[in-house]
């Protein structure tokens, strides 16, 4: 974020730049007054959040390790396409690859 001038700064800058009328000042300042509370709003509100993220407890994935566990290869879960994988052949490698024969175990 790029840092913006203190209110009588910014409104010196734009008083030099649009050189308003005498009845239009009022109404100039009101709208710095404005932009500035706006930014100091945003700037506390993000402030906050860090504040917030910083302050928050680390877990991790600690509580997911013990509410589950995963076993790729073990299944009660019948499919049909294990039925279909186990009468099938694996598909010919390609001559750079060696085959690899898994002994079925009976």
Known sequence: MVPRPPLPARFRQLVAQHEPEVQ???QLFRSVLQEVLER???EEE???LTRQWSLRPRTGLAPFKTRARISPFASDIRTISEDVERDTL????AWSMPEFR???AE
């Open 46 to 48: 993000a402030h906050k």
């Open 90 to 93: 694996p598909p010919p490698r």
């Open 102 to 104: 898994v002994p079925k």
């Open 24 to 26: 239009e000042v009022s």
């Open 40 to 42: 100091m709003k945003q």
